[in-house]
């Protein structure tokens, strides 16, 4: 397993922007997924996006297609989530995961075996 650390989050305007990270430590040799997800208050958690090992594949949900755009450092063992144009619908709170690679079932929760603690984003409207 690995240990997630994300930071990044806070308050911003709608139609603004923000960049999230998500530090990884723990066994980082060894190739791993890693996904955005979010909870919004009185709501189940629900997938942001993900980005393979190599960075070469991303997938995303629906909401955030074209706003939204993950990125990962191997070398510095961090993944990124730029948010722009967001709107009041994506307050939540941001958790970043890790899992193996692979493709099937990547909106899954249960796909990932890492989870950070969470970085609440609040968009003011």
């Known amino acids: 397993q690995v240990q997630l650390v994300e930071s990044g989050g806070g308050l911003v305007q709608a139609g603004g922007s923000l960049r999230l990270s998500c530090a990884a430590s723990?066994?980082?040799?060894?190739?791993?997924?890693m996904a955005w997800f979010r909870q919004a208050p009185g709501k189940e958690r629900e997938f942001v996006g993900r980005?393979?090992?190599?960075?070469?594949?991303?997938y995303y949900a629906d909401s955030v297609k074209g706003r939204f755009t993950i990125s990962r450092d191997n070398a510095k063992n961090t993944m990124y989530l730029q948010m722009n144009s967001l709107k009041s619908e994506d307050r939540a709170v941001y958790f970043c995961?890790?899992?193996?690679?692979?493709?099937?079932?990547?909106?899954?929760?249960?796909?990932?075996?890492?989870w950070g603690q969470g970085t609440q984003v609040t968009v003011s409207s």
């Open positions: 723990g066994r980082t040799f060894t190739p791993y997924a």
């Open positions: 980005i393979s090992w190599s960075a070469a594949r991303t």
């Open positions: 995961a890790a899992g193996p690679p692979g493709s099937s079932s990547v909106k899954y929760s249960i796909r990932y075996d890492s």
